[in-house]
């Protein structure tokens, strides 16, 4: 059974900085693309950032670009979102998600079958 255990979320002033983990237990790590994605009350899951299972190829949303980084340890099946110049409207629960994909990573929740449980982040102005 694939796990995704996120972590690092919490409460920040507009412009700190957070680096969101998450960790992934199950299946075979590196065959997993894997994407960050956010959600507030009431909206849809926004695609943030995806990274794809060597690491050489990453997507990432027009809205964080420049902010927000995807990256990953594969030695320790971590994805991580290091997030900059963090503004109140980045507010919401933030999620990983992982799938079994080649190639440039998808950026719609459809596409990704397993999620993490989400973490809170919040930014205070």
């Known amino acids: 059974q694939v796990q995704l255990i996120e972590s690092g979320g919490g409460l920040v002033q507009a412009g700190d900085s957070l680096r969101l983990s998450c960790v992934v237990s199950?299946?075979?790590?590196?065959?997993?693309?894997m994407a960050w994605f956010r959600q507030t009350p009431g909206q849809e899951r926004e695609f943030l950032s995806a990274?794809?299972?060597?690491?050489?190829?990453?997507r990432g949303a027009d809205s964080v670009k420049g902010r927000f980084t995807i990256s990953r340890d594969n030695a320790k099946n971590t994805v991580f979102l290091q997030m900059n110049s963090l503004k109140p409207e980045d507010t919401a629960v933030y999620y990983c998600a992982a799938a079994i994909k080649s190639g440039r990573p998808p950026v719609d929740t459809y596409d990704y079958p397993y999620w993490g449980q989400g973490t809170q982040v919040t930014v205070s102005s």
């Open positions: 199950g299946g075979t790590w590196i065959w997993y693309t």
């Open positions: 990274i794809n299972w060597t690491g050489d190829i990453t």
